[in-house]
């Protein structure tokens, strides 16, 4: 089993439309979550952090289950510049020790 | 945008001739990493660096050391490329360790390396 696992997608959606990921991971020590945004070619910026009691950014919701083990990203109203690969990315122990899911892609069309 | 330059950007070698990446940059952050992204995978950790002169392994450093004589500086060099190296290889750098949003890693914009 993976450490981090994503849906590959594609998530094809209209402009407009609500969309959620969800991504798992399988080690229960791990700290601290982060979504990060990846277009064609370019380099993974982080989206932002995932705190436990679910945090906010504009269209952006991030919400945290540690019980379940897994972090989920909404994105409301998308535009078509959401358009990307959304990567899920986890935090174990007290370093910088990060693992990267696979990615998610979002598709979104007019 | 972090102050991260990676060189050069794009790159096709043959098989078992040596390979250098330079990443540079200006932010005089302590922690410097590489990393290298494959279909199929997940960003993977190949080495990183926590200060000059100190460095240490990731989980895919097979094949690959890396070189840190100036806190600018990082260089990844692939000692005799092979096909299974072909890869986008990211540079990053954080402040710190753990888990402050202030050591948030940046990546730079990646290095196309074809081995044939």
């Known amino acids: 089993r993976k450490e981090v696992e994503q849906d590959p997608g594609p998530f094809n959606v209209p402009e407009g439309a609500t969309v959620a990921f969800n991504c798992t991971y399988s080690?229960?020590?791990?700290?601290?979550f982060f979504w990060y945004r990846q277009d064609c070619r370019k380099e993974p910026k982080l989206l932002m952090s995932v705190y436990s009691s679910g945090n906010e950014d504009g269209r952006f919701t991030a919400q945290l289950n540690r019980a379940s083990q897994y972090i989920s990203l909404l994105i409301r109203d998308s535009k078509l510049s959401d358009s990307a690969t959304y990567l899920c990315?986890?935090?174990?122990?007290?370093?910088?020790?990060?693992?990267f899911g696979t990615g998610t892609q979002l598709k979104v069309e007019l | 945008d972090a102050g991260i330059t990676q060189s050069p950007r794009h790159k096709v070698t043959e098989t078992g001739t040596p390979v250098t990446l330079r990443c540079h940059q200006t932010e005089n952050h302590r922690y410097m990493y590489w990393y290298r992204q494959d279909p199929g995978h997940g960003l993977r950790l190949i080495h990183y660096?926590?200060?000059?002169?100190?460095?240490d392994k990731g989980e895919v450093s097979d094949g690959y050391s890396v070189s840190r004589s100036k806190t600018e500086d990082f260089l990844l060099t692939l000692e005799s490329a092979t096909s299974s190296q072909t890869s986008v290889y990211f540079c990053?750098?954080?402040?710190?360790?753990?888990?402050?949003?202030?050591?948030?890693?940046?990546f730079g914009e990646g290095s196309w390396l074809t081995v044939v």
């Open positions: 990053a750098i954080s402040e710190g360790q753990g888990i402050s949003p202030g050591n948030t890693i940046y």
């Open positions: 080690n229960s020590a791990s700290q601290s």
């Open positions: 660096s926590y200060g000059v002169k100190d460095t």
């Open positions: 990315v986890v935090k174990t122990g007290g370093g910088n020790k990060l693992t």
